[in-house]
T-cell receptor, first 117, second 113 residues
Framework: SAVISQKPSRDICQRGTSLTIQCQVD?????MFWYRQQPGQSLTLIATANQGSEATYESGFVIDKFPISRPNLTFSTLTVSNMSPEDSSIYLC??????????????FGPGTRLLVL | AQSVAQPEDQVNVAEGNPLTVKCTYSVSGNPYLFWYVQYPNRGLQFLLK??????LVKGSYGFEAEFNKSQTSFHLKKPSALVSDSALYFC???????????FGTGTLLAVQP
């Protein structure tokens, strides 16, 4: 398993501003993921962030809106840029551990609860 | 394309009774199946997974799930529910060409004392 922490745990922001969310893992991992969970909804994958390469974004998500950094194997950041009330969500960081193609499991951080006014 | 269905938005059960939270999936090839639980104001916690082997998988907190290939189901079960089991449960599947983890819509489990 993996122990994952996120900062901040929650924030209230004004529209038009940006927020950077940090994700720290207690071990080195190749695959890190960022998800969004809108109120009362399921999880939607925003992007996959592998160390040493550009993040891969899912349909409907773009780098200008959600820039991601992955400077090393234990850390990543997600920025929510030019925020609007529609960005109010829980943002979750996830890592994958285990042997690829056999036993991999994703573990999740506690989430960052964002409210945009 | 892979997908997961959780047909029940909410499941109500009395404490001490058995519980079942349903999940069906659609994926090409062999599926990897997962259950996660989300307590209020918390992140997702991994409960259990099926990769291969025995169809009955045991996980955390006394939960288990049964993989049924013919019915493409992976229902979550517990013999005796606790009030503390009340939470939001997500089924997820991984497999096919994309190899991404796809989540169901979630089922709210309410255990009454």
């Amino acid at each position: 398993s993996a122990v994952i922490s996120q900062k901040p745990s929650r924030d209230i922001c004004q529209r038009g501003t940006s927020l950077t969310i940090q994700c720290q893992v207690d071990s080195q991992v190749t695959m890190m993921f960022w998800y969004r969970q809108q109120p009362g909804q399921s999880l939607t994958l925003i992007a996959t962030a592998n160390q040493g390469s550009e993040a891969t974004y899912e349909s409907g998500f773009v780098i200008d809106k959600f820039p991601i950094s992955r400077p090393n194997l234990t850390f990543s950041t997600l920025t929510v840029s030019n925020m609007s009330p529609e960005d109010s969500s829980i943002y979750l960081c996830s890592v994958e551990t285990g042997r690829r193609g056999y036993q991999e499991t994703q573990y999740f951080g506690p989430g960052t609860r964002l409210l945009v006014l | 394309a892979q997908s997961v269905a959780q047909p029940e938005d909410q499941v109500n059960v009395a404490e001490g009774n058995p519980l079942t939270v349903k999940c069906t999936y659609s994926v090409s090839g062999n599926p990897y199946l997962f259950w996660y639980v989300q307590y209020p104001n918390r992140g997702l916690q991994f409960l259990l997974k099926y990769i291969t082997g025995d169809n009955l998988v045991k996980g955390s907190y006394g939960f288990e799930a049964e993989f049924n290939k013919s019915q493409t189901s992976f229902h979550l079960k517990k013999p005796s529910a606790l009030v503390s089991d009340s939470a939001l449960y997500f089924c997820a599947v991984k497999g096919g060409a994309t190899n991404k983890l796809i989540f169901g819509t979630g089922t709210l489990l309410a255990v009454q004392p």
